[in-house]
């Protein structure tokens, strides 16, 4: 009778300890899965996180507004400067174009140029680039007028805003903005060459403009 009892008593605490084993094996688990689950989490952030800024360095902080044009010597056959108009892109954050952070870039068949950035005209808007030009010239943004004289002594770009609501240095989006490259007279294309503009800004793509110098039998030159 004792013996019975005894085993019974025995096979209690055979069945306690493998409950207790049970829910350790069942913590444990538990805690793991957690784990796993952090780390995956964390890693699917990270990769959104990676994408995201992928896509943001290879999106185009800006696009062209409208056609580009320029002004052109009939006389000489040859483009004096021209306009690109801009502004950020759909969904695209402000984009900061001043010396510090923009570079503008330009080259042709037999011409590079790796900085022609001479600044913003940011105190105020201009309708047209006649008028930025002459108050890039009384700012000392430029030593000539580019149709003056001899011109300039260096091919230059500037920028200009046609719409600018925070009076700012800050292309923002609704605003609109323009880059004007002015040729020194040897450097100024002709017809049939090919003049190419690039706008580096510090996160995004660069802005690239091609275009192909028509015939120029009048001042104003539709580039396209």
């Given at each position: 009778m004792k013996s019975k009892q005894r085993q019974k008593f025995r096979r209690g605490v055979?069945?306690?300890?493998?409950a207790i084993v049970l829910i350790a094996f069942?913590?444990?688990a538990a805690a793991l899965s957690f784990v796993i689950l952090n780390m995956g989490f964390s890693t699917t952030q990270k990769a959104k996180t990676t994408i995201s800024s992928g896509l943001d360095e290879a999106s185009s902080a800006m696009e062209i507004t409208g056609g580009v044009t320029g002004h052109g010597n009939v006389t000489q056959n040859r483009l004096t400067y021209y306009a690109v108009p801009i502004k950020v892109s759909p969904g695209g954050q402000s984009v900061n174009i001043e010396?510090?952070?923009t570079a503008i870039r330009y080259y042709s068949k037999n011409l590079v140029l790796e900085s022609t950035y001479k600044g913003i005209?940011?105190?105020g808007t201009y309708s047209n680039s006649t008028a930025a030009i002459v108050a890039a010239k009384n700012a000392g943004m430029i030593n000539q007028l580019p149709w003056a004289g001899s011109g300039l002594n260096e091919t230059s770009a500037l920028v200009y805003f046609t719409v600018n609501k925070n009076d700012n240095s800050i292309l923002d989006l609704g605003e609109n903005?323009?880059?004007l490259v002015m040729f020194k007279n040897a450097d100024r294309p002709t017809?049939?060459?090919t003049i190419n503009t690039e706008v580096i800004v510090p996160t995004g793509a660069l802005l690239s403009v091609k275009r192909m110098v028509p015939s120029?039998?009048?001042?104003?030159?539709?580039?396209g």
């Open positions: 055979i069945g306690i300890e493998s069942v913590m444990v010396t510090e952070n005209l940011s105190n903005a323009v880059v017809s049939l060459d120029i039998s009048d001042a104003v030159v539709e580039l």
